[in-house]
Nanobody
């Protein structure tokens, strides 16, 4: 099973993007059992957890994105979405999603997908 990120791009400050995390290789019931976390790595910085949604729909956000980003999931489509609003230059980075046994913004791993690049610049 794997997840694939998409939806990144170049946007001006104050703009919006919608990132998608598509799951492959999961059976329908299995995807429902997983939490989905979004992480990002800014240039020259360590990867950080920014949002997570658990199997019950409970959400978590890092303080840096709370109120601007919104996470959601569609179990029937086996996707999770991260809506990014009011983007700022400090949101620039590569965004990754991953399936988790439970939500933890402190999660780390050596195994990540390609991610999707978000660039916020005027």
């Amino acid at each position: 099973s794997q997840v694939v990120e998409s939806g990144g791009g170049l946007v001006q400050p104050g703009g919006s993007l919608r990132l998608s995390c598509a799951a492959f290789g999961f059976t329908l019931s299995t995807f429902e059992d997983w939490a989905i976390g979004w992480f990002r790595q800014a240039p020259g910085k360590s990867r950080e957890g920014i949002s997570c949604i658990d199997k019950n729909g409970e959400t978590q956000y890092a303080p840096s994105v709370a109120g601007r980003f919104t996470i959601s999931r569609d179990n029937a489509e086996k996707t999770a979405t991260l809506q990014l609003d009011n983007l700022q230059p400090e949101d620039t980075g590569i965004y990754y999603c991953t399936a988790l046994a439970f939500c933890s913004l402190a999660y780390d791993s050596d195994d990540w997908g390609q991610g999707t690049r978000v660039t916020v610049s005027s």
